[in-house]
Nanobody, 118 residues
Framework: QVQLVESGGGLVQAGGSLRLSCVAS????????KGWFRQTPGKEREFVAG????????SYADSVKGRFAISADNAKKTVYLQMNRLKPEDTALYYCSAEGPAGGYAYWGQGTQVTVSS
């Protein structure tokens, strides 16, 4: 089992920055990959960024490449999402997720709201 708690969301103007944090507990932090997803009302949850369990490999949705950066601090058991040059279309509820033992994202946080005003 993995428990995830996100923080760092808020209201920001277009062009601004925010850093989301996700603190994990339960399984050994470095034993699973982590990711960030987002969802807006009426739409499916979409992948934003992922980081491998080693922290070496990262991946991003095309819509955020070059603006967002995912990182992980094993000592703090925390995953970060640095979001720069934010756009109104980035407005969403952002979720932290962790891979399960069988692969695939199996654990989810409660979400943190990000609102970008134009």
């Amino acid at each position: 089992q993995v428990q995830l708690v996100e923080s760092g969301g808020g209201l920001v103007q277009a062009g601004g920055s925010l850093r989301l944090s996700c603190v994990a507990s339960g399984r050994t932090f470095s034993n699973y990959g982590k990711g960030w997803f987002r969802q807006t009302p009426g739409k499916e949850r979409e992948f934003v960024a992922g980081i491998s369990r080693s922290g070496v490999s990262t991946s991003y949705a095309d819509s955020v490449k070059g603006r967002f950066a995912i990182s992980a601090d094993n000592a703090k058991k925390t995953v970060y999402l640095q979001m720069n040059r934010l756009k109104p279309e980035d407005t969403a509820l952002y979720y932290c997720s962790a891979e399960g033992p069988a692969g695939g994202y199996a654990y989810w946080g409660q979400g943190t709201q990000v609102t970008v005003s134009s």
